[in-house]
């Protein structure tokens, strides 16, 4: 079985853009794992535009299933991290100005830095995970670095399922079978949906833990206008 844990940070998106608390962010993370989610995810970055830090140690008491904070390992961040010790730490190499994650982790250029990174998280408890992209020599970068998981970057896979193309899994069906062979956890996450979901959960042998956001609260958008437009209507009769 994968685990699903949801990405929060298009619900702090849509609070911040009117100010307030609506929607609230607690309740819908409370609700999320009560609808049957094993995690909720968070991506905080350096100018809070969606979760904010405060959020992060507000949720600490909400989350009990799986807590995986994403983000730079900027010092901010690890002190953050360490303040907390949620479930997991997943390491993303995303640029401050980047608007959402757009590739993994060069695990052997940066071997050295990753190495202490993941050494002091788990000093204290904490799970890591390195965000990858399906290259092999990276696969066993990130194993020589010490890390419990990989996060394997799905946004190629999910482009070429888009097109048609089925063969943009071989990558990471390849990488999935070495980390297996390496004793790596495999997560992944980032344009999955519902669309493409079940083919990739299909084809990747050991998948522990799927993070999902923009996609599924997109979805639960649509899939629910019908509902929530009845309800207004019924109330107007």
Do not use: C
Not at 77 to 94: A, G, M, R, S
Request: charged content about 20%; glycine content about 8%; cysteine-free.
């Amino acid at each position: 079985m994968t685990k699903l844990s949801v990405n929060i940070n298009k619900i702090a998106t849509l609070r911040n853009a009117r100010g307030g608390n609506v929607p609230d962010l607690l309740k819908v993370a409370t609700d999320i794992q009560k609808f049957g989610a094993e995690g909720i995810t968070i991506h905080p970055r350096p100018d809070e535009r969606h979760i904010r830090y405060q959020d992060a140690r507000d949720l600490k008491s909400i989350v009990y299933t799986e807590y995986n904070i994403e983000g730079n390992p900027e010092q901010t961040f690890i002190d953050l991290v360490l303040e907390i010790k949620p479930t997991q730490v997943t390491l993303v190499p995303d640029a401050i100005d980047a608007i959402t994650s757009n590739a993994g982790w060069d695990t052997i250029k940066h071997a050295s830095y990753l190495t202490e990174i993941v050494q002091e998280f788990q000093r204290n408890g904490i799970r890591t995970s390195i965000f990858v992209d399906p290259i092999l020599e990276m696969i066993e970068g990130a194993k020589k670095i010490g890390t419990e998981r990989i996060e394997l970057y799905t946004e190629s896979f999910a482009h070429q399922y888009s097109l048609g193309n089925q063969n943009g899994i071989l990558p990471y069906t390849q990488s999935a079978v070495l980390a297996n062979e390496l004793g790596l956890g495999i997560n992944a996450g980032h344009d999955l949906s519902l669309d493409n979901i079940q083919f990739f959960k299909q084809n990747i042998p050991g998948l522990l833990e799927v993070s999902i956001g923009h996609a599924l609260i997109s979805e639960a958008i649509y899939l629910g206008l019908d509902n929530v437009v009845n309800m207004y209507l019924q109330k107007l009769k």
